[in-house]
């Protein structure tokens, strides 16, 4: 994102209420950025619920058809070990193998698909928008990539009227 | 604000008898012209074991959550309140079970003129008297405890009180200690010393954690009948979603410890350990396998989903048959040792038993919610339980 526009908040009750304004003028808020999870926030803006339970299911399921049918090959097919007088397919000695091979993908999927949908991890380039963002500040981003100039002179209005502060243009 | 006080109205009351008249009927031809005296006393240990299960897992429910001081649980609060009402009752039937023959009828180990080897090893801690002072212990203790943790629950909505509320949280880590030990021994005296042989150190968590998830499923299905019958506005889709995680999470522990305990007996292989799953295969794979599927396959698979613990059109079926794979649960401990596998049976007579435990149990809850309002307004976080959300 090249063109953007940034504006803050002190105080979340403030930023609820700014973004109400801002959004019934028809504004659409790209992201908003808080030192801690804001009660309602994610109503407000309109987020969808995270589909990461979605992948977890995937991973799980993934890895227990890899962890059970490797086994089962293993013991049936590959190389075949008679201990203790049980079957070579013998599926109670499987188990507990399967459940950690389904938590263990089902943790890296996780892991990977929020580090990779978030853009983190290393070797990821991200903008700081502002470096009190961890602090105090409650940051709403609105992307500007589609707008023209005297669109931008309006969104600005609308966020000055909306009570937002310290309003910077990058563009 | 005061919530709706709850009346049992003419037509659960008549429903209710019906449901206990049942159970006399079906108890009385089966002990004098059905399938036998023996049959019958397994079905009404089994029962009276259950039920008076779930009230404790009632109780358990209370005093978990006041121990740990969380807030949404005193929307339900209530009811879990009048499941635990039956403990007394249950108790009682229990003793009287026991004493009027069932104990000899039933437990190999009380048979003290034809003792083997192995049992008269045991018999410093399996003989009859101390069987009963244990068993009164834990049954009066459980009464006792129940009894005040209700009373200072009704004394905290007088006035809200702060001193009531510290009361209770004091009488609720009492009884989870005292719970924590009787609820694994008693399993051993009651229900493990059928198969007097045999021995399981995982056993007293096993049958603990097969009663939570039917207790949680009864408290869900009491809460929809209730709702049903117009009350409870005041529980919304939350706190319907913690339960069903509760019976997602519980069932999943259950079969966690269904397979610690089969896997050890399995891989270790020994005759004396193998001899409880071999019997149990033989003679009951279908009940077997229906335990399974019903207690762990439906609520993991029809619960997984966040949308399906929230709303009743699915929870309620999963806890019915919840309820019932439970049952065969405790079907599966307790018939094979008392009665054998060419004897026992699943007929109209063990239906009919649990019909009228059903009905007494419901009759003794719904008789406890009509005493009091059916929200604790005025407990220090029943505003908070209003509030709450699930933000997952």
């Known amino acids: 994102m090249n063109k953007y526009l940034t504006a803050y908040y002190n105080d979340e009750e403030d930023l609820l209420e700014g973004l109400n304004k801002i959004q019934s003028e028809g504004i659409k808020v790209t992201d908003v950025l808080t030192p801690f999870p804001v009660h309602g926030l994610d109503k407000v803006i309109g987020l969808r619920r995270s589909r990461l339970s979605v992948i977890a299911f995937i991973g799980g399921a993934l890895g227990t058809l890899i962890g059970f049918f490797f086994q089962a090959w293993v013991f049936t097919v590959d190389y075949p070990l008679a201990f203790g007088g049980k079957p070579f397919f013998a599926v109670p000695s499987f188990m507990p193998v399967t459940f950690e091979m389904a938590v263990l993908l089902a943790a890296y999927a996780i892991v990977f698909a929020y580090l990779i949908h978030n853009n983190l991890g290393p070797g990821s380039k991200n903008i700081i928008y502002d470096e009190r963002i961890t602090d105090d500040r409650f940051l709403i981003l609105i992307s500007l990539e589609d707008k023209a100039d005297d669109q931008i002179k309006e969104v600005e209005t609308v966020l000055e009227n909306a009570g937002a502060l310290g309003i910077t243009l990058k563009v | 604000m005061e919530a709706k006080r709850f009346t049992l109205n003419k037509k659960t009351w008549i429903i209710l008898l019906v449901m206990i008249a049942i159970g006399v009927v079906s108890l009385l031809y089966g002990a004098l012209a059905g399938p036998g005296i ?37 929307s339900v609060q209530r009811i879990a309140e009048a499941m635990s009402s039956f403990i007394p009752i249950g108790g009682v039937l229990l003793l009287v079970f026991f004493l009027s023959g069932g104990l000899h009828l039933l437990y190999e180990w009380t048979n003290t003129e034809q003792l083997d080897e192995v049992l008269q090893g045991k018999t410093p801690y399996l003989n009859e008297p101390f069987f009963y002072i244990r068993t009164l212990v834990f049954l009066a203790g459980w009464s006792i405890l129940a009894y005040f943790i209700r009373k200072t629950s009704l004394q905290l909505d007088i006035d809200g009180e702060r001193k009531y509320f510290n009361r209770l949280r004091v009488l609720s880590a009492v009884f989870l ?30 049958v603990f954690s097969s009663m939570l998830a039917a207790g949680i499923a009864m408290l869900i299905i009491l809460l929809y009948v209730l709702m049903k019958m117009g009350y409870m506005e005041h529980v919304n889709t939350e706190h319907i979603h913690d339960l069903g995680i509760y019976l997602f999470g519980f069932s999943i522990f259950w079969a966690y410890l269904w397979f610690s305990q089969y896997m050890l007996i399995w891989y270790a292989n020994i005759p004396e350990e193998t001899v409880y799953f071999y019997d149990r295969h033989l003679h009951f794979s279908g009940v077997f396998y229906i335990n399974l599927i019903l207690c762990f396959v439906v609520p993991f698979l ?63 809850s719904f008789l406890t919610l009509a005493k009091a309002p059916l929200a604790p307004y005025k407990h220090p976080f029943y505003k908070e339980s209003l509030d709450y959300h699930t933000h997952y």
Do not use: C, Q
Request: hydrophobic share 50%; net charge neutral; charged share 10%.
């Open chain 2, 38 to 74: 023996k049959r019958m006393a397994a079905n009404l240990l089994l029962n009276n074991y259950y039920f008076l299960s779930l009230g404790l897992i009632g109780l358990f429910f209370i005093t978990a959550h006041a121990v740990s001081e969380s807030g949404w649980h005193t």
């Open chain 2, 177 to 206: 200690v005292f719970y924590a030990l009787s609820s694994v021994i008693s399993s051993w005296d009651w229900l493990m010393s059928i198969d007097a042989h045999w021995y399981s150190t995982l056993y007293g968590w096993y």
């Open chain 2, 302 to 364: 029809a619960l997984m989903t966040r949308n399906s613990k929230r709303s009743f059109t699915i929870l309620i079926p999963v806890s019915v048959l919840v309820v019932i794979g439970h049952w065969f649960d405790l079907y599966l401990l307790i018939m094979p040792g008392t009665i054998g596998g060419e004897a026992s049976g699943f007929g109209l007579v063990e239906i009919g038993t649990t019909i009228g435990f059903l009905g007494l149990f419901a009759l003794v």
